[in-house]
């Protein structure tokens, strides 16, 4: 079994940056495609940036060009470092596998707001 720990969520003004971590327990953590999700509340959870075992990354659209997602696979842990951040990115962010297979952690708050 996989498990998710999200953290480094926090309140920023916009234009602000922040860096959030996912811890992955399992062994499984180096040969699957991970990603960054996030929800705001009364909407579906949405892909954010998804990074490849070799390290090949992809974007959403509305984060390209301000997001970075890396990982570690020697610690199995992944990172996105957010930059410019504007009110819109304001959700719960969430890491998990590319298709989404595993039960969901709890999640990483951020909220941008003057």
């Known amino acids: 079994q996989v498990q998710f720990v999200e953290s480094g969520g926090d309140s920023v003004q916009p234009g602000g940056s922040l860096r959030l971590s996912c811890a992955v327990s399992?062994?499984?953590?180096?040969?699957?495609?991970m990603a960054w999700y996030r929800q705001t509340p009364g909407k579906q959870r949405e892909w954010v940036a998804r990074v490849t075992r070799d390290g090949g990354a992809n974007y959403a659209d509305s984060v390209k060009d301000r997001f970075t997602i890396s990982r570690d696979n020697a610690k199995n842990t992944m990172t996105l470092q957010m930059n410019s951040l504007k009110s819109d990115d304001t959700a719960a962010y969430y890491c998990?596998?590319?298709?989404?297979?595993?039960?969901w952690g709890q999640g990483t708050q951020v909220t941008v707001s003057s």
């Open positions: 998990n596998t590319v298709p989404v297979i595993f039960s």
């Open positions: 399992g062994n499984l953590f180096n040969i699957l495609t």
